[in-house]
């Protein structure tokens, strides 16, 4: 655990310090835990291990039939735009 105060005194060399066990860290601000400090290649490794499982979902969607095909692109995103309780972000 880092704390907000550490990385104010010590900087980020506390941080590269911690995170070279190759272990996620808290960093904390008032004793909770405000994000987390990991390695460049950590981060990476992560970003392709979710497009790699959101690849394998889409292929499993794709074998189950859970798809439909878009003839209007103009009538889909209007779909999307006028969802009730839409948060409008895609994902």
Known sequence: MITANDVKVRGIKVIKEAIKDG???????????????????????????????????????YDAGNF??????????DGIINEPDSNNTGL
């Open 68 to 77: 439909s095909v878009i003839t209007d692109i103009d009538s889909f995103i």
């Open 23 to 61: 272990l996620p860290h808290a960093v904390t601000e008032r004793g909770k835990p405000a994000f987390y400090a990991i390695s460049v290649e950590d981060y990476e490794e992560y970003q392709e291990w979710r497009l790699d499982k959101a690849i394998r979902e889409a292929e499993a969607d």
